[in-house]
């Protein structure tokens, strides 16, 4: 009976665990955060070399590709959104000096906030149908005429008055309309 006493008696010793680990150089914060950091950078500068022709018309990407090709040299393509230039105030007449012709005055309003590139025009002449009778494209040699001529730029915000003479398609033509080239 005695020495069932004694090993009831014996408590196993403490035990300490000290773990450390030793990392590896590759297996620290000090090489992944400045590798993933510069992944990401070069991510990034692929993208915008990749969407260039797309980015850099488009703020705010336009200013940082600005600031880059100050450096590098390169060359940004000009804004140009089309559908913020309109034709308006369309009026078609008979040429006061010039039988079977016709003169046509437009009101061109480029409605973004930067210049543009004057657009070629389309003018079509309609049927009772609604069906083209002929149509035409005008370049902007061919209606800019005074002041503008030789003018690339449309000023933002500023109604340009341009008057085209052209011969008279006939009388089926009974409807007309001018639009925008893209």
Same mark, same amino acid.
């Given at each position: 009976?005695?020495?069932?006493?004694?090993?009831?008696?014996?408590?196993?010793?403490?035990?300490?665990?000290?773990?450390?680990?030793?990392?590896?150089?590759?297996?620290?914060?000090?090489?992944?955060?400045?590798?993933?950091?510069?992944?990401?950078?070069?991510?990034?500068?692929?993208?915008?070399?990749?969407?260039?022709?797309?980015?850099?018309?488009?703020?705010?990407?336009?200013?940082?590709?600005?600031?880059?090709?100050?450096?590098?040299?390169?060359?940004?393509?000009?804004?140009?959104? #089309?559908?913020? =230039?309109?034709?308006?105030?369309?009026? $078609?007449?008979?040429? %006061?000096?010039?039988? @079977?012709?016709?003169?046509?005055?437009?009101?061109?309003?480029?409605?973004?906030?930067?210049?543009?590139?004057?657009?070629?025009?389309?003018?079509?002449?309609?049927?009772m149908q609604d069906?083209?009778?002929?149509?035409?494209?005008?370049?902007?040699?061919?209606?800019?005429?005074?002041?503008?001529?030789?003018?690339?730029?449309?000023?933002? #915000?500023?109604? =340009?008055?341009?008057?085209?003479?052209? $011969?008279?398609?006939? %009388?089926?033509?009974? @409807?007309?309309?001018?639009?925008?080239?893209?």
């Open positions: 009976p005695g020495q069932q006493h004694y090993i009831h008696a014996i408590e196993p010793e403490p035990v300490e665990f000290a773990y450390k680990r030793n990392y590896s150089f590759l297996e620290s914060r000090l090489l992944w955060v400045p590798l993933i950091t510069i992944m990401g950078l070069a991510l990034a500068a692929q993208i915008a070399w990749l969407q260039f022709d797309k980015l850099n018309r488009v703020e705010p990407y336009r200013s940082y590709y600005g600031a880059i090709c100050n450096i590098t040299g390169c060359e940004l393509a000009p804004l140009l959104n #089309r559908t913020e =230039i309109r034709a308006v105030n369309l009026v $078609v007449r008979s040429h %006061p000096d010039q039988s @079977g012709a016709l003169v046509v005055d437009a009101v061109l309003q480029n409605s973004a906030p930067y210049p543009q590139s004057f657009p070629a025009l389309d003018l079509v002449f309609t049927d069906k083209p009778v002929t149509a035409r494209r005008f370049n902007p040699d061919e209606y800019l005429g005074g002041e503008l001529a030789g003018r690339r730029d449309m000023p933002s #915000r500023q109604p =340009i008055h341009i008057t085209l003479e052209i $011969v008279d398609p006939g %009388p089926a033509a009974v @409807g007309y309309r001018i639009s925008i080239a893209n």
